[in-house]
């Protein structure tokens, strides 16, 4: 069964990500991600140079690869720092591209319980404590992209 994930993520990293087709974490995430499974990233407002992507779901992805392990660094951050902190990654292919801004569905999401504090869903990765989110959020997200 697809499960529906979203995951914070810097911009630049993000950047990557999209370019790459290729997701990393520091821990290995095969125990709740899986392949065939839809990842929404999250843009973060902190440290965000690109206001227009700030606090914004980016796109939509599905996971087509099982988690593998690298020891080449890919993302600006590893690459600044010439270490992999990102070694546990699998595939992506694009299924819709776009953003949209949260403030603009936070009152339709189920999955935030707390519309004042919605920022605390979006903390730790997966977003929403570790657990996916309900598919018909998902696609409130997915229609709304553009």
């Known amino acids: 069964m697809v499960k529906y994930w979203v995951i914070p993520i810097t911009y630049h990293n993000w950047l990557t990500c999209n370019k790459e087709l290729i997701y990393g974490y520091g821990n290995n995430l095969e125990e709740l991600i899986k392949r065939d499974d839809i990842i929404i990233f999250y843009v ?5 140079n690109n ?16 988690w593998f392990k690298e020891d080449k660094p890919l993302w600006p951050d590893e690459q600044e720092t010439g270490k992999v902190l990102y070694p546990y990654r699998a595939k992506l292919k ?5 953003k949209v801004r949260v403030e603009e569905l ?30 018909e959020d998902a696609k ?3 229609e709304s992209l553009r």
């Open 44 to 48: 973060m407002k902190s440290n965000c």
């Open 94 to 98: 694009l299924i819709k591209s776009g």
């Open 51 to 66: 206001p227009d992507y700030a606090s914004c779901f980016v796109n939509t992805y599905e996971v087509i690869s099982d």
């Open 106 to 135: 936070v009152d339709r999401l189920g999955f935030i319980k707390n519309k004042e504090r919605w920022q605390v869903y979006f903390r730790g990765c997966p977003a929403n404590f570790r657990k996916p989110i309900p598919e």
């Open 140 to 142: 409130l997200i997915i």
